[in-house]
């Protein structure tokens, strides 16, 4: 299994920015899907997570309201849009995937990770 993050960067205070990670080795579409980041000298965070259909998501409350997580199965891909972006989301952020259709969050429950990606937000 691979995952592949891209779409980091560095933006301003206030911007977006839109994160993809596309997944291989394994059929997509029976899996739940997240997003962590992680600091260094920090814990990796849960971030949001979205069931294997699309239809259930879940949100760290930090970013409710200015993170959408989606995915698309026939582009094995799954998105995070990260709006009204602030300096405390400067992290490196990881997709990962889980072996059951249900989202989880905690990153325990997910087995299959990418190499992650810098998201800086200068204030």
């Known amino acids: 299994v691979q995952l592949v993050e891209s779409g980091g960067g560095f933006v301003q205070a206030g911007g977006s920015l839109r994160l993809s990670c596309v997944l291989s080795?394994?059929?997509?579409?029976?899996?739940?899907m997240g997003w962590f980041r992680q600091a260094p000298g920090k814990e990796r965070e849960f971030v949001a997570g979205i069931s294997s259909d699309g239809r259930n998501t879940r949100y760290v409350d930090s970013v409710k309201g200015r993170f959408t997580i989606s995915r698309d199965n026939a582009k094995n891909t799954v998105y995070l849009a990260m709006n009204i972006l602030k300096p405390e989301d400067t992290d490196v952020y990881y997709c990962?995937?889980?072996?059951?259709?249900?989202?989880?969050?905690?990153?325990?429950?997910?087995?299959?990770w990418g190499q992650g990606t810098q998201v800086t937000v200068s204030s």
């Open positions: 990962a995937a889980r072996s059951t259709g249900i989202v989880g969050t905690s990153r325990y429950e997910y087995g299959d």
């Open positions: 080795g394994r059929a997509f579409d029976v899996l739940a």
